[in-house]
């Protein structure tokens, strides 16, 4: 199984950018799919984007779709989140995830939390207004 590390959460005013990171270790990277998923004070874990095994494909949530980027370095074995145009909306922790195959059954499926296999610890991203 893979282990995942998340890294560069932070305070950020509204309109500002913030990149996270996340930093794999164990199973080979590259055998994976990887996401990165939120979860607001009092709210449910949701999904925010996703990446196929070599980048090929990626999908996002409509709320973030245009502000937020996800990329992948296999030689690294890591996954970034580039998030620009921040709202205060984006508050929440952010975990990064590691699958199998969440998108085998669709992109809709995939969003679902039982969907993916390991999680990282999160990393705090607070949006001042």
């Known amino acids: 199984q893979v282990q995942l590390v998340e890294s560069g959460g932070g305070l950020v005013q509204a309109g500002g950018s913030l990149r996270l990171s996340c930093a794999a270790s164990?199973?080979?990277?590259?055998?994976?799919?990887m996401g990165w998923f939120r979860q607001a004070p009092g709210k449910e874990r949701e999904f925010v984007a996703g990446?196929?095994?070599?980048?090929?494909?990626?999908y996002y949530a409509d709320g973030v779709k245009g502000r937020f980027t996800i990329s992948r370095d296999n030689a690294k074995n890591t996954v970034d989140l580039q998030m620009n145009s921040l709202k205060p909306e984006d508050t929440a922790v952010y975990y990064c995830?590691?699958?199998?195959?969440?998108?085998?059954?669709?992109?809709?499926?995939?969003?679902?939390?039982?969907?993916?296999?390991?999680w990282g610890q999160g990393t705090q991203v607070t949006v001042s207004s």
């Open positions: 995830a590691a699958g199998d195959n969440p998108f085998r059954l669709g992109v809709r499926t995939a969003q679902a939390i039982r969907s993916w296999d390991t």
């Open positions: 990446i196929t095994w070599n980048g090929g494909n990626t």
């Open positions: 164990g199973r080979t990277f590259s055998n994976y799919c």
